[in-house]
Protein backbone atom coordinates (compact mmCIF):
# COMPACT_ATOMS: atom_id res chain seq x y z
CA UNK A 1 0.00 0.00 0.00
CA UNK A 2 0.99 3.35 -0.66
CA UNK A 3 2.50 6.16 2.08
CA UNK A 4 1.15 8.56 0.36
CA UNK A 5 -2.22 8.74 2.07
CA UNK A 6 -2.19 11.70 4.52
CA UNK A 7 -2.61 10.85 8.46
CA UNK A 8 -4.71 7.53 7.54
CA UNK A 9 -3.39 4.43 9.07
CA UNK A 10 -0.87 1.89 6.93
CA UNK A 11 -1.92 -1.04 6.65
CA UNK A 12 1.64 -3.22 6.71
CA UNK A 13 -0.39 -6.41 7.30
CA UNK A 14 -1.94 -5.72 3.68
CA UNK A 15 1.72 -5.08 2.37
CA UNK A 16 2.94 -8.46 3.99
CA UNK A 17 0.10 -11.03 2.73
CA UNK A 18 0.84 -9.48 -0.64
CA UNK A 19 3.82 -10.37 -1.02
CA UNK A 20 3.26 -14.09 0.33
CA UNK A 21 0.65 -14.02 -2.84
CA UNK A 22 4.01 -12.77 -4.78
CA UNK A 23 5.84 -15.24 -3.53
CA UNK A 24 3.25 -17.88 -3.67
CA UNK A 25 3.24 -17.09 -7.81
CA UNK A 26 6.77 -17.18 -7.86
CA UNK A 27 6.77 -20.90 -7.07
CA UNK A 28 3.80 -21.61 -9.11
CA UNK A 29 5.84 -20.55 -12.24
CA UNK A 30 9.02 -22.26 -11.55
CA UNK A 31 6.72 -25.81 -11.22
CA UNK A 32 4.55 -24.65 -14.06
CA UNK A 33 6.51 -26.70 -16.38
CA UNK A 34 5.98 -29.83 -14.44
CA UNK A 35 3.64 -32.48 -13.89
CA UNK A 36 3.31 -31.76 -10.31
CA UNK A 37 3.96 -28.53 -7.58
CA UNK A 38 3.05 -27.60 -4.03
CA UNK A 39 0.92 -24.85 -5.08
CA UNK A 40 -1.54 -26.17 -7.73
CA UNK A 41 -4.02 -23.21 -7.21
CA UNK A 42 -0.68 -20.38 -7.12
CA UNK A 43 -1.97 -18.99 -9.72
CA UNK A 44 -4.92 -17.58 -7.73
CA UNK A 45 -2.55 -15.24 -6.30
CA UNK A 46 -3.74 -12.32 -8.75
CA UNK A 47 -7.16 -12.34 -7.87
CA UNK A 48 -5.94 -12.09 -4.71
CA UNK A 49 -3.81 -8.87 -6.09
CA UNK A 50 -6.95 -7.60 -7.35
CA UNK A 51 -8.82 -7.81 -4.46
CA UNK A 52 -5.94 -5.81 -2.50
CA UNK A 53 -5.17 -3.08 -5.75
CA UNK A 54 -9.73 -2.36 -5.59
CA UNK A 55 -8.92 -1.71 -1.39
CA UNK A 56 -5.74 0.14 -1.49
CA UNK A 57 -7.20 2.23 -4.42
CA UNK A 58 -10.91 2.71 -2.57
CA UNK A 59 -8.95 3.88 0.77
CA UNK A 60 -6.47 6.10 -0.75
CA UNK A 61 -8.82 7.62 -2.94
CA UNK A 62 -11.93 7.56 -2.61
CA UNK A 63 -11.86 10.97 -0.17
CA UNK A 64 -9.10 13.17 -2.25
CA UNK A 65 -11.20 13.61 -5.57
CA UNK A 66 -12.27 17.01 -4.20
CA UNK A 67 -8.40 18.00 -3.92
CA UNK A 68 -7.51 16.08 -7.14
CA UNK A 69 -7.95 15.58 -10.60
CA UNK A 70 -8.87 12.65 -13.10
CA UNK A 71 -5.54 13.44 -14.52
CA UNK A 72 -3.49 13.57 -11.70
CA UNK A 73 -4.94 9.89 -10.26
CA UNK A 74 -3.70 8.62 -13.87
CA UNK A 75 -0.17 10.34 -13.44
CA UNK A 76 0.16 8.92 -9.71
CA UNK A 77 -1.12 5.22 -11.18
CA UNK A 78 1.01 5.64 -13.99
CA UNK A 79 4.11 6.53 -12.09
CA UNK A 80 3.24 3.40 -9.44
CA UNK A 81 2.88 1.12 -11.81
CA UNK A 82 4.42 1.85 -15.39
CA UNK A 83 8.38 1.69 -14.71
CA UNK A 84 8.15 -1.87 -13.44
CA UNK A 85 6.41 -2.84 -16.58
CA UNK A 86 9.16 -0.86 -19.10
CA UNK A 87 11.61 -3.19 -17.03
CA UNK A 88 10.02 -6.25 -17.49
CA UNK A 89 9.57 -5.42 -21.02
CA UNK A 90 13.29 -4.53 -21.36
CA UNK A 91 14.25 -8.02 -19.28
CA UNK A 92 11.67 -10.04 -21.61
CA UNK A 93 13.67 -8.64 -24.44
CA UNK A 94 16.83 -9.67 -22.95
CA UNK A 95 15.82 -13.05 -21.91
CA UNK A 96 14.11 -13.69 -25.44
CA UNK A 97 17.18 -12.87 -27.18
CA UNK A 98 20.05 -15.09 -25.02
CA UNK A 99 17.13 -17.94 -25.54
CA UNK A 100 17.69 -17.31 -29.23
CA UNK A 101 14.68 -15.33 -30.04
CA UNK A 102 12.32 -18.03 -31.77
CA UNK A 103 8.59 -19.16 -31.28
CA UNK A 104 7.72 -22.25 -29.44
CA UNK A 105 7.57 -23.96 -32.86
CA UNK A 106 11.44 -22.72 -33.18
CA UNK A 107 10.36 -20.40 -36.08
CA UNK A 108 11.95 -16.79 -36.29
CA UNK A 109 9.24 -13.82 -36.15
CA UNK A 110 11.91 -11.37 -37.45
CA UNK A 111 13.67 -8.10 -35.96
CA UNK A 112 10.95 -5.49 -36.73
CA UNK A 113 8.13 -7.93 -35.03
CA UNK A 114 10.54 -8.27 -31.90
CA UNK A 115 10.90 -4.37 -31.90
CA UNK A 116 7.47 -3.95 -32.29
CA UNK A 117 6.60 -6.51 -29.55
CA UNK A 118 9.11 -4.53 -27.02
CA UNK A 119 7.29 -1.38 -28.02
CA UNK A 120 3.63 -3.07 -27.43
CA UNK A 121 4.92 -4.76 -23.73
CA UNK A 122 6.43 -0.89 -22.89
CA UNK A 123 3.12 0.53 -24.28
CA UNK A 124 0.77 -2.00 -22.43
CA UNK A 125 -0.62 -3.12 -26.23
CA UNK A 126 -1.86 -6.46 -26.17
CA UNK A 127 -1.05 -8.97 -28.93
CA UNK A 128 -3.19 -10.93 -30.88
CA UNK A 129 -2.98 -14.68 -31.16
CA UNK A 130 -1.43 -15.36 -34.40
CA UNK A 131 -0.05 -11.58 -35.18
CA UNK A 132 3.29 -11.10 -36.21
CA UNK A 133 4.20 -9.34 -32.43
CA UNK A 134 3.02 -12.74 -30.70
CA UNK A 135 7.17 -13.36 -30.83
CA UNK A 136 6.91 -16.37 -28.76
CA UNK A 137 3.75 -18.06 -30.52
CA UNK A 138 2.19 -19.10 -27.69
CA UNK A 139 -1.11 -16.80 -27.92
CA UNK A 140 -0.35 -14.55 -24.96
CA UNK A 141 -0.83 -11.22 -24.67
CA UNK A 142 2.31 -10.37 -23.91
CA UNK A 143 4.79 -12.91 -25.00
CA UNK A 144 7.47 -10.76 -23.33
CA UNK A 145 6.34 -10.78 -19.79
CA UNK A 146 3.34 -13.40 -19.98
CA UNK A 147 1.87 -11.65 -16.33
CA UNK A 148 1.63 -8.48 -17.53
CA UNK A 149 -1.87 -9.14 -18.84
CA UNK A 150 -2.62 -9.08 -15.05
CA UNK A 151 -1.04 -4.80 -15.18
CA UNK A 152 -3.36 -4.68 -18.57
CA UNK A 153 -6.31 -5.49 -16.74
CA UNK A 154 -5.10 -3.56 -13.85
CA UNK A 155 -5.05 -0.60 -15.99
CA UNK A 156 -8.91 -1.24 -16.72
CA UNK A 157 -9.69 -1.44 -13.52
CA UNK A 158 -8.18 2.09 -12.53
CA UNK A 159 -9.40 3.94 -15.30
CA UNK A 160 -13.06 2.28 -14.73
CA UNK A 161 -12.33 3.56 -10.96
CA UNK A 162 -11.83 7.08 -11.69
CA UNK A 163 -14.52 7.48 -14.69
CA UNK A 164 -17.28 5.25 -13.22
CA UNK A 165 -16.67 3.30 -9.74
CA UNK A 166 -15.86 5.99 -7.80
CA UNK A 167 -18.72 7.89 -8.38
CA UNK A 168 -21.48 4.73 -7.33
CA UNK A 169 -23.39 4.58 -4.27
CA UNK A 170 -22.33 1.80 -2.04
CA UNK A 171 -24.93 -0.35 -3.04
CA UNK A 172 -24.64 0.06 -6.62
CA UNK A 173 -21.27 -0.73 -6.39
CA UNK A 174 -22.46 -4.00 -4.46
CA UNK A 175 -24.34 -4.82 -7.18
CA UNK A 176 -21.84 -4.68 -9.79
CA UNK A 177 -19.47 -6.93 -7.58
CA UNK A 178 -22.39 -9.09 -7.15
CA UNK A 179 -22.70 -9.63 -11.04
CA UNK A 180 -19.50 -10.02 -11.87
CA UNK A 181 -18.89 -12.56 -8.90
CA UNK A 182 -21.94 -14.78 -10.48
CA UNK A 183 -20.41 -14.39 -13.57
CA UNK A 184 -16.70 -15.34 -12.34
CA UNK A 185 -18.24 -18.08 -10.81
CA UNK A 186 -19.84 -19.67 -14.00
CA UNK A 187 -16.25 -18.85 -15.99
CA UNK A 188 -14.59 -20.89 -13.37
CA UNK A 189 -16.89 -23.74 -12.85
CA UNK A 190 -17.43 -24.04 -16.68
CA UNK A 191 -13.62 -23.87 -17.56
CA UNK A 192 -12.63 -26.18 -14.21
CA UNK A 193 -10.29 -23.51 -13.40
CA UNK A 194 -9.71 -19.74 -12.93
CA UNK A 195 -5.95 -19.41 -14.63
CA UNK A 196 -7.99 -17.26 -18.09
CA UNK A 197 -7.31 -13.92 -19.04
CA UNK A 198 -3.78 -13.94 -20.04
CA UNK A 199 -4.90 -14.88 -24.27
CA UNK A 200 -7.30 -13.52 -25.96
CA UNK A 201 -8.27 -17.22 -27.27
CA UNK A 202 -11.58 -18.54 -26.53
CA UNK A 203 -13.03 -15.09 -24.57
CA UNK A 204 -9.89 -14.41 -23.10
CA UNK A 205 -10.66 -10.48 -22.48
CA UNK A 206 -13.83 -10.88 -21.40
CA UNK A 207 -12.58 -13.39 -19.00
CA UNK A 208 -9.91 -11.64 -17.72
CA UNK A 209 -12.26 -8.55 -17.32
CA UNK A 210 -14.65 -10.39 -15.20
CA UNK A 211 -11.75 -11.66 -13.57
CA UNK A 212 -10.55 -8.02 -12.40
CA UNK A 213 -13.58 -6.64 -12.27
CA UNK A 214 -15.26 -8.98 -9.22
CA UNK A 215 -12.21 -8.80 -6.93
CA UNK A 216 -11.26 -4.99 -7.53
CA UNK A 217 -14.99 -4.06 -6.52
CA UNK A 218 -15.10 -5.91 -3.65
CA UNK A 219 -11.82 -4.55 -2.80
CA UNK A 220 -13.36 -1.18 -3.07
CA UNK A 221 -16.40 -2.07 -0.85
CA UNK A 222 -13.89 -3.71 1.95
CA UNK A 223 -12.38 -0.21 1.67
CA UNK A 224 -15.36 1.51 2.24
CA UNK A 225 -16.70 -0.35 5.28
CA UNK A 226 -13.72 0.23 6.66
CA UNK A 227 -13.01 3.89 6.52
CA UNK A 228 -16.56 4.11 8.26
CA UNK A 229 -15.14 2.06 11.33
CA UNK A 230 -11.81 3.25 11.96
CA UNK A 231 -11.92 5.00 14.82
CA UNK A 232 -13.13 1.72 16.59
CA UNK A 233 -10.30 0.02 18.18
CA UNK A 234 -8.69 -2.52 16.68
CA UNK A 235 -8.04 -5.71 19.03
CA UNK A 236 -6.43 -8.14 16.96
CA UNK A 237 -2.73 -9.50 17.40
CA UNK A 238 -0.80 -8.46 14.68
CA UNK A 239 1.25 -10.49 14.06
CA UNK A 240 -0.72 -13.67 14.89
CA UNK A 241 -3.27 -12.26 12.03
CA UNK A 242 -0.34 -12.27 9.51
CA UNK A 243 0.71 -15.54 10.37
CA UNK A 244 -3.00 -16.89 10.42
CA UNK A 245 -3.82 -15.38 7.26
CA UNK A 246 -0.66 -15.91 5.26
CA UNK A 247 -0.60 -19.46 6.35
CA UNK A 248 -4.09 -19.51 4.92
CA UNK A 249 -3.29 -18.01 1.50
CA UNK A 250 -0.78 -21.21 1.34
CA UNK A 251 -3.01 -23.40 2.35
CA UNK A 252 -5.28 -22.42 -0.53
CA UNK A 253 -2.44 -22.43 -2.94
CA UNK A 254 -1.35 -26.17 -1.79
CA UNK A 255 -4.72 -27.51 -1.82
CA UNK A 256 -4.74 -30.39 -4.75
CA UNK A 257 -7.27 -30.19 -7.80
CA UNK A 258 -10.50 -30.96 -7.16
CA UNK A 259 -12.96 -32.61 -9.30
CA UNK A 260 -12.90 -36.44 -11.34
CA UNK A 261 -14.33 -36.80 -14.46
CA UNK A 262 -17.59 -37.07 -13.65
CA UNK A 263 -16.92 -33.54 -11.97
CA UNK A 264 -14.66 -31.63 -13.82
CA UNK A 265 -16.31 -28.69 -12.12
CA UNK A 266 -15.73 -29.38 -8.60
CA UNK A 267 -11.66 -27.64 -8.96
CA UNK A 268 -13.41 -24.46 -10.54
CA UNK A 269 -15.81 -23.89 -7.74
CA UNK A 270 -13.51 -24.46 -5.00
CA UNK A 271 -11.31 -21.91 -6.88
CA UNK A 272 -14.51 -19.48 -7.22
CA UNK A 273 -15.07 -19.92 -3.72
CA UNK A 274 -11.54 -19.00 -2.60
CA UNK A 275 -11.90 -15.47 -4.59
CA UNK A 276 -15.90 -14.57 -3.79
CA UNK A 277 -15.64 -15.02 0.01
CA UNK A 278 -12.03 -16.70 1.29
CA UNK A 279 -9.76 -13.41 -0.31
CA UNK A 280 -11.70 -10.51 1.14
CA UNK A 281 -11.90 -12.43 4.75
CA UNK A 282 -8.15 -12.48 4.18
CA UNK A 283 -8.24 -8.94 3.17
CA UNK A 284 -10.81 -7.97 5.87
CA UNK A 285 -8.64 -9.66 8.33
CA UNK A 286 -5.90 -7.56 7.45
CA UNK A 287 -7.01 -4.20 7.74
CA UNK A 288 -8.15 -4.79 11.31
CA UNK A 289 -5.02 -4.02 12.77
CA UNK A 290 -2.26 -1.16 11.80
CA UNK A 291 0.25 -1.34 14.57
CA UNK A 292 2.12 -4.39 13.95
CA UNK A 293 5.44 -5.26 16.49
CA UNK A 294 8.43 -3.76 15.14
CA UNK A 295 9.87 -7.46 13.72
CA UNK A 296 6.61 -8.13 11.95
CA UNK A 297 6.57 -4.53 10.32
CA UNK A 298 9.90 -4.90 8.79
CA UNK A 299 9.15 -8.25 7.26
CA UNK A 300 5.72 -7.14 6.10
CA UNK A 301 7.26 -3.69 4.70
CA UNK A 302 10.29 -5.34 2.76
CA UNK A 303 8.22 -8.54 1.24
CA UNK A 304 5.42 -5.85 0.52
CA UNK A 305 7.55 -3.06 -1.61
CA UNK A 306 9.74 -6.57 -3.10
CA UNK A 307 6.55 -7.51 -4.28
CA UNK A 308 5.51 -5.27 -7.61
CA UNK A 309 9.12 -5.76 -8.83
CA UNK A 310 9.24 -9.60 -7.99
CA UNK A 311 6.22 -9.91 -9.78
CA UNK A 312 6.88 -7.67 -12.67
CA UNK A 313 9.98 -8.77 -13.70
CA UNK A 314 10.22 -12.57 -12.56
CA UNK A 315 8.51 -14.30 -15.77
CA UNK A 316 11.39 -13.35 -18.50
CA UNK A 317 13.32 -15.81 -16.17
CA UNK A 318 10.98 -18.60 -16.57
CA UNK A 319 11.13 -18.37 -20.33
CA UNK A 320 15.31 -19.34 -20.02
CA UNK A 321 14.43 -22.04 -17.64
CA UNK A 322 11.65 -23.45 -19.85
CA UNK A 323 13.87 -23.31 -22.38
CA UNK A 324 16.68 -25.20 -20.85
CA UNK A 325 14.88 -27.94 -19.78
CA UNK A 326 13.26 -28.31 -23.45
CA UNK A 327 9.31 -26.92 -22.10
CA UNK A 328 7.47 -26.82 -25.61
CA UNK A 329 4.06 -25.63 -23.42
CA UNK A 330 3.00 -28.99 -22.63
CA UNK A 331 5.78 -31.14 -21.75
CA UNK A 332 8.96 -31.13 -20.56
CA UNK A 333 12.13 -33.24 -21.41
CA UNK A 334 13.98 -32.34 -18.08
CA UNK A 335 12.03 -33.54 -14.63
CA UNK A 336 12.38 -31.69 -11.09
CA UNK A 337 14.39 -34.14 -9.90
CA UNK A 338 16.74 -34.08 -12.41
CA UNK A 339 17.23 -29.10 -12.24
CA UNK A 340 15.61 -29.57 -8.49
CA UNK A 341 19.28 -27.13 -8.08
CA UNK A 342 18.60 -24.57 -11.67
CA UNK A 343 14.93 -24.85 -9.78
CA UNK A 344 15.99 -23.38 -6.48
CA UNK A 345 18.56 -20.93 -7.95
CA UNK A 346 15.76 -19.63 -10.44
CA UNK A 347 13.43 -19.23 -7.52
CA UNK A 348 16.58 -17.38 -5.36
CA UNK A 349 17.45 -15.44 -8.59
CA UNK A 350 14.20 -14.18 -9.13
CA UNK A 351 13.83 -12.31 -5.53
CA UNK A 352 17.57 -11.06 -6.07
CA UNK A 353 16.14 -9.43 -9.68
CA UNK A 354 13.32 -7.95 -7.75
CA UNK A 355 15.06 -6.56 -5.14
CA UNK A 356 17.62 -5.11 -7.05
CA UNK A 357 15.31 -3.80 -9.47
CA UNK A 358 13.24 -2.19 -6.53
CA UNK A 359 16.36 -0.59 -5.32
CA UNK A 360 18.56 0.38 -8.02
CA UNK A 361 15.01 1.53 -10.56
CA UNK A 362 11.79 1.43 -9.40
CA UNK A 363 12.18 3.47 -6.03
CA UNK A 364 14.24 5.96 -7.51
CA UNK A 365 12.66 6.30 -10.51
CA UNK A 366 9.06 6.93 -8.94
CA UNK A 367 10.46 9.29 -6.91
CA UNK A 368 11.77 11.69 -9.57
CA UNK A 369 8.68 11.17 -11.41
CA UNK A 370 6.49 12.07 -8.62
CA UNK A 371 8.57 15.35 -7.66
CA UNK A 372 8.00 16.26 -11.20
CA UNK A 373 4.64 15.60 -12.08
CA UNK A 374 2.57 14.18 -9.40
CA UNK A 375 3.63 16.29 -5.96
Known amino acids: MQKSIGSKPHYALLDGMR ?9 YHVFECFATTP ?17 VIGYAYDQRWTQMSTATFFKRRLIRLHPMVVMGAIIGLATYLIQGATRWDGTAPGLSAIIIALLA ?11 PIDVRGNNEMFPLNGPSWSLFFEYIGNVLYALLLRRMPTKMLAIVAAASGVLLTTIAV ?8 WSFIDGGFFKGLVRMLFP ?12 KKEAQNRRLSATLTFACC ?10 PKLGSDKMPWANGLFEALCVVAAFPLLVWLGSQTTNPAEPTKRLCLFIGNLSYPLYAVHYPLMYLFYHYIGFDGTNSKLTIAQVWPEAILLFAGS ?5 LCLKCYEAPVRKRLSAKLAP
Open 351 to 355: IALGW
Open 39 to 55: VPHGHLAVDFFFVLSGF
Open 216 to 227: YSTGMLLARHIQ
Open 246 to 255: SLAFIAIAAM
Open 121 to 131: AMFLIPATPGS
Open 190 to 197: SESQLGVG
Open 19 to 27: GVAALTVLL
